[in-house]
Every structure is written in structure tokens, then in C-alpha cells.
């Protein structure tokens, strides 16, 4: 059954060598994802997966020792999903799940296997929370690294340009997020969500499969938007 969850952006910019001069704009943000690691840790999980937003030839799971890279985005660094078992797979890690593997090598994160989980952002509702239910049944104490964006819609200089919506839905994606509560994730409008591009729809609704019924409770350590993105970090125990 599912015990923690952190829910963390995965914007590359997360990472400091991507980000370069402008890196110590995100400090406060990366402090956040650091504390909600935190928790996961703490609730000593037998295993954590990792899941995250992924365009198609990405979807789909992706085992411990997994690599990604970030050269696409100019710059010569490569990260691991957990531990390394022998040769990398083919199929490297999607940037959200990059993200990921590196906010946990920064975490030092050791001994408990790591899987990673890439999901497609038209995923319909009902799939994403029964994929989360699958994964809440892969072990007795599992624990969800949850990567994804909010709207992209904020600013007129946001990617998506400015749209009224953006900051409502949002809001609506914290207040569910720091309540620990399925059920306003699930009712987040998967439409509105692809209009407004927020990436971390899907992904947040298969925590919300993963945590029905667990009686966790939520915590929101982090929300501003950014560059123009929403972009929001909680952790549930």
C-alpha cells in the first residue's frame, strides 16, 4: 500500500547545471523538493517509483539503473534511476524522470529499489487512477515520487501565453495536494489541464489511484509560478 509521496515540478531548470546563472532563482524550490525526500525517507518504503509526465516513446515503466541525460538541454550530465544493475536499457529516461533520478542522487538516496513510471498527458482519468492503484498493490510499504508541472499559463511570458484559467486550476491542484485529497485530484478536468498545459495532471491522478483508501495526511511546502508556471511541491505521510 502506498505510506508516502512527494510531489515535486520537474522543470530541468531544477537542476543547477541547466539552469547555470540563473540557478539560485530555484534555491527555495529545491529546499522544498529536499524536505518533501524528506518524508519519503522517513516512512522507510520497500519500494519507491518514480512517475512523471513522458511524450510516447517514453511511457511506460522503467527499471532500477535506468539512465537519462540532460544534453538536450545543453549540458553534459547524466543520471542514474537508483541503483546501477548491470547495462542501461535502450530506452533512457524522459526528462521528467531525469528529474527525478536527480533530485535523488542530491537526496543520497540508497537501499530501497527504485522503478520509474513515465505517463502519457492525455491519459484519461480512470486510467491514471487505476494505474495508481496497481502500483500502490507492488509492494506491503510503497512510496510515490510524484514529477509534474502545473499550468504553463500564468504570464504572458509564460510558455503557453496568459490564460485566466490558469491560476484558478492551480489553486484547485494545491489546495487537493496539500490536503492530501484523492478525490479533488481526480476532479481536476483532464481538458482543462491539456488546454492550459499543465503536465502534472496525469501524474497527480495516478497518486490519487495510488492513495485511496491510505489515510494519508498532506502537507504544501512550495507554490509559486516561476517563469510563468505553476509550479508545486507537497508531501504526503
Known sequence: MLVAAAV??????????????????????RDACADALGVLAAARPDLLIVVGPADRPDRGPHPEGTTG??????????VRLGRDLGPATDRPL?????????????????????????????LATDRCTDAGRDLAARADRVALLVMG?????????????????????????A?????ADPDALIALDEALAYELKAAGRAPWQV??????GAGLAGRLLYEDAPYGVGYLVAAWS
Not at 8 to 29: F, K, Q, S
Not at 69 to 78: A, E, I, N, P, Q
Not at 150 to 166: F, H, I, M, N, V
Open 207 to 212: 497518486l490519487a489511484g495510488a492513495a485511496r
Open 94 to 122: 524522459p526528462p521528467s524522470l531525469a528529474v527525478g533520478a536527480w533530485l535523488l542522487a542530491r537526496a543520497e538516496w540508497t537501499g530501497v529499489p527504485v522503478e520509474g513510471l513515465g505517463v502519457g498527458e492525455p
Open 69 to 78: 541525460t540532460f544534453r538536450g538541454f545543453g549540458v553534459d550530465l547524466g
Open 8 to 29: 515535486c515540478p520537474c522543470p530541468p531548470l531544477l537542476v543547477p547545471e541547466v539552469a547555470a546563472g540563473a540557478a539560485p532563482e530555484l534555491d527555495t524550490l
Open 175 to 179: 489546495r487537493a495536494l496539500g490536503a
Open 149 to 173: 508541472d502545473g499550468s504553463a499559463c500564468r504570464t504572458l511570458k509564460a510558455p503557453g501565453y496568459l490564460d485566466e484559467r490558469a491560476e484558478a486550476f492551480d489553486a484547485a491542484a
